[in-house]
Nanobody, 121 residues
């Protein structure tokens, strides 16, 4: 089993910054990808940013404002969010795709519990 824990959400004024962190722990042989998704009230969960194999991918609305980074030694992914807008208000979820043991190349998908980000004056 793999546990995924996010930290770093909160209330921030428009134009402000927040840094989210997500740590994966448990039975991990290797991590294929880590990423962030968000879900606003009444909307579906959607991609924010992902990182895999040194490559990063962002939804257009956050390009130039958000930066995803990863510490492989700590199985941790970060999301630096700058120039925050009220439209960024959502619960942010961390996702990780892992290979749990060397005997099988099966990849499993895990989610954190989510952290609330509220952008408001």
């Amino acid at each position: 089993q793999v546990q995924v824990v996010e930290t770093g959400g909160g209330l921030v004024q428009p134009g402000g910054s927040l840094r989210l962190s997500c740590a994966a722990s448990g039975t991990i042989f290797s991590i294929y990808s880590m990423g962030w998704y968000c879900q606003a009230p009444g909307k579906q969960r959607e991609l924010v940013a992902t990182t895999s194999g040194g490559r990063t991918n962002y939804v257009d609305s956050v390009k130039g404002r958000f930066t995803i980074s990863r510490d492989n030694a700590k199985n941790t992914v970060y999301l630096q969010m700058n120039s925050l807008e009220p439209e960024d208000t959502a619960v942010y979820y961390c996702n990780t795709v892992v290979r749990e043991n060397f005997r099988s190349d099966r990849l499993n998908d895990y989610w954190g519990q989510g952290t609330q980000v509220t952008v408001s004056s």
